[in-house]
T-cell receptor, first 112, second 115 residues
Framework: QQQVKQSPQSLIVQKGGISIINCAYE??????FPWYQQFPGKGPALLIA?????SEKKEGRFTISFNKSAKQFSLHIMDSQPGDSATYFC???????????FGKGTLLTVNP | EAGVVQSPRYKIIEKKQPVAFWCNPI?????LYWYLQNLGQGPELLIR????????DSQLPKDRFSAERLKGVDSTLKIQPAELGDSAVYLC?????????????FGPGTRLTVL
């Protein structure tokens, strides 16, 4: 059972464009929703995170939009740069065993 | 502040051989995690430690995998014997206790290739 579904699997954006990655979850006990960025050969690094008591969180060019009723959340990367090219994972934390459940990842390529 | 340290970074072994991975978490982080990351997939939790106690090892294949966290700091993950399907990246992560406990910091991982 895949508890966090992420789309698209891959995304190509032009420099300066907006990158949008979507995730949907099933377990209403989740109460923390981070996004991780991973470069080849590196471990995932926390990018931004949100809790379900707010609908949006912005940090620089990165914004999370959260829709609790739809059980969906998304990452928006404004003014995308080639250096943003990486794999992005959404995740959700909570539930009876309180473990971090990841989506399958989105490979973002930003063309110069 | 030093991040999570893992070694070795790469390991190539033949099937049926044993292998061990080492992790040193961020100083002061009480919680330590081992994850498995297959190619093109998100990390999957293998085991979680609170100090030296394994509080969630439900996803650890205990017939061949073992882990320990002596003294509640460093940790070792072992596979014996390794199988071809164990080829993956093994990630270690750590987090603090308290209000920032939800933020997990990952190490660079150990890429295991089983031939």
């Amino acid at each position: 059972q895949q508890q966090v579904k992420q789309s698209p699997q891959s995304l190509i954006v032009q420099k300066g464009g907006i990158s949008i990655i979507n995730c949907a979850y099933e377990n209403t006990a989740f109460d923390y929703f981070p996004w991780y960025q991973q470069f080849p050969g590196k471990g995932p690094a926390l990018l931004i995170a949100i809790r379900p008591d707010v609908s949006e969180k912005k940090e620089g060019r990165f914004t999370i939009s959260f829709n609790k009723s739809a059980k969906q959340f998304s990452l928006h990367i404004m003014d995308s740069q080639p250096g943003d090219s990486a794999t992005y994972f959404c995740a959700a934390l909570g539930g009876s065993n309180y473990k971090l459940t990841f989506g399958k990842g989105t490979l973002l390529t930003v063309n110069p | 502040e030093a991040g999570v340290v893992q070694s070795p970074r790469y390991k190539i072994i033949e099937k049926k051989q044993p292998v061990a991975f080492w992790c040193n978490p961020i100083s002061g982080h009480n919680t330590l995690y081992w994850y498995l990351q297959n190619l093109g997939q998100g990390p999957e939790l293998l085991i979680r430690y609170e100090n030296e106690e394994a509080v969630d090892d439900s996803q650890l294949p205990k017939d061949r995998f073992s882990a320990e966290r002596l003294k509640g700091v460093d940790s070792t993950l072992k596979i014996q014997p390794a199988e071809l399907g164990d080829s993956a990246v093994y990630l270690c992560a750590s987090s603090q206790a308290g209000v920032t406990a939800d933020t997990q910091y990952f190490g660079p991982g150990t890429r295991l290739t089983v031939l």
